[in-house]
């Protein structure tokens, strides 16, 4: 075994937590998965949490921290977990005292963002590592952002910078879940894109998404989109397009408000790849202002999921050093 740091990282999701034993220098070198049970409350989440931790410690003892990758808001010290929207219950905990109260430690568990978690994971292990300043966006169920400047997550005055899902690209546009009108939520959100597609190709009887959608295209989804446009479907090219250039506008805006030049792209709907990436990098450099343009990038993020467990652990190593 490696002589390299050990910590845990947690991706906590709505329908499964997935905790990794993640290596300083090598990265994941063990992953473990349970439901979540949302539906039973914040006691039975964080007994989930701790029991994948739990697993990990009994056979590396020399393990520094647990760090938890939450979808929603965190309080500035990283150890108080805020009102999530999808799990049952739960408002205000202490993480943090939590876990280790369940695990009869006392090492440092942190709480970050999942988006600033995932662009961590990248920064550290991902696409990002290339750069040492970029925004990460992933495009899932919602929108996430992420800011990481200097290799470290820019959290802003209170810790909730980077949202960028919730910037606007219309003020007379449709509301998305935070309620902002136009924000980019509402046209990239799985929910919003699959709504879109389905409205749009509903009609086009020659689109190869009328043998893969089901009955009226009710099973619309962006995997399916994909996988149409992959097979050379032009209607689910165009619709990928529209998206990417959506968010290229979003970005443009993100650019000329941060002067950071690189972009990460990751989450679910990022695997189209250069199906929405091309016409966000065409809208990215027609909406940011011409003094910013030169060394404009937008990149793929290949490592899926797995970057929010690898930027939740990197934390506890970053704590340690006094670098947070």
């Known amino acids: 075994m490696s002589d390299s740091r050990l910590s845990i990282g947690v991706d906590l999701g709505g329908t499964s937590i997935k905790a990794g034993l ?4 090598r990265g994941l070198i063990g992953e473990r998965t349970v439901i979540t049970d949302a539906e039973q409350g914040s006691e039975r989440v964080l007994d989930q949490i701790a029991d994948l931790a739990r697993g990990f410690l009994q056979n590396h003892p020399s393990i520094q921290g647990i760090g938890l ?7 500035w010290e990283r150890t108080e977990a805020i009102k999530p929207v999808n799990i049952s219950g739960w408002n205000r905990v202490n993480v943090a005292e939590a876990l280790n109260t369940r695990l009869g430690t006392s090492f440092p568990v942190l709480v970050e963002n ?13 696409a990002g590592r290339h750069f040492d300043s970029f925004i990460m966006v992933t495009l899932g169920t919602g929108v996430g952002g992420a800011i990481i400047y200097q290799n470290r997550i820019f959290r802003g005055a209170t810790g909730s910078a980077g949202e960028i899902g919730h910037m606007t690209i219309d003020f007379e546009g449709p509301l998305a879940r935070s309620g902002v009108p136009g924000a980019i939520e509402a046209y990239l959100g799985q929910r919003f894109l699959s709504r879109h597609a389905r409205y749009q190709l509903m009609n086009e009887s020659d689109s190869l998404v009328h043998g893969m959608a089901g009955k009226d ?5 962006p995997k399916i989109l994909h996988e149409a446009a992959l097979l050379g479907d032009e209607g689910s090219k165009e619709i990928l397009s529209w998206a990417g250039h959506k968010l290229g506008i979003v970005l443009g805006s993100a650019v000329n408000l941060l002067d950071i030049r690189k972009i990460v792209v990751g989450g679910g709907i990022s695997a189209a790849g250069d199906f ?3 016409a966000a990098r065409g809208s990215l450099n027609e909406f940011t202002t011409p003094a910013l343009r030169a060394d404009l990038e937008i990149v793929q993020e290949p490592g899926g999921n797995d970057m929010g467990m ?5 934390l506890i190593f970053q704590h340690i ?3 947070l």
């Open 22 to 25: 993640v290596s300083e220098s």
């Open 114 to 126: 999942d988006a600033n978690a995932a662009g961590l994971g990248s920064c550290q292990f991902g």
């Open 217 to 221: 295209l009710l099973e619309m989804s």
């Open 310 to 314: 690898l930027g939740a652990a990197h």
């Open 276 to 278: 929405i990436l091309d």
């Open 321 to 323: 050093d006094g670098l």
């Open 69 to 75: 990758g939450f979808p929603g808001a965190v309080n």
